[in-house]
């Protein structure tokens, strides 16, 4: 499946109007999960209102440990402070990379902004080397912008 068959899903999840929003942004981790096969786990983290950390609210794949991420720390920390893109080819290339399994091999972490804002962000895991490109990275923009809407 392209990334590009898979927008009409996310509008669908995302519009469900018998969802949570919470069901909503799990059923979209569900679906890029479980879809493109070198989207190994997928997760959101949203910032916390008043303390600097992301918090785990919704994932597909294996169970993680790092539910609370602190801003700075590993990848997704990074993004919280730069509010950047992040594409990492080589997860154990990275200083700063908190590992969530051995077999994560690239990882792509896109913000999520909510009027101007940076209050979150999804976080791809790939058990593939140099797994995303830029269609990767506009696809994902795209998905949190649809989130956005919800939020």
């Avoid at 569900?30 to 096969?37: A, E, K, R, V, Y």
């Avoid at 918090?55 to 990848?75: R, Y």
């Amino acid at each position: 499946m392209t990334l590009e068959t898979l927008k009409p899903k996310v509008t669908e999840i995302v519009n469900h109007p018998d969802l949570t929003t919470r069901l909503k942004m799990q059923g979209v981790c569900d679906l890029l999960q479980s879809s493109i096969g070198y989207y190994d786990w997928v997760g959101f983290y949203m910032a916390h209102a008043t303390e600097p950390t992301l918090h785990l609210w919704s994932q597909a794949g294996e169970p993680t440990d790092h539910t609370v991420i602190p801003f700075g720390k590993g990848i997704c920390g990074q993004v919280a402070v730069s509010n950047q893109n992040f594409v990492v080819d080589d997860v154990h290339a990275q200083d700063n990379y908190i590992a969530c399994s051995i077999h994560v091999k690239s990882e792509v972490v896109i913000p999520l902004f909510k009027d101007g804002k940076n209050i979150g962000q999804i976080d791809i895991d790939s058990n593939t080397a140099k797994a995303f490109s830029q269609e990767d990275e506009k696809f994902l923009e795209w998905v949190n912008e649809q989130v956005a809407t919800i939020l």
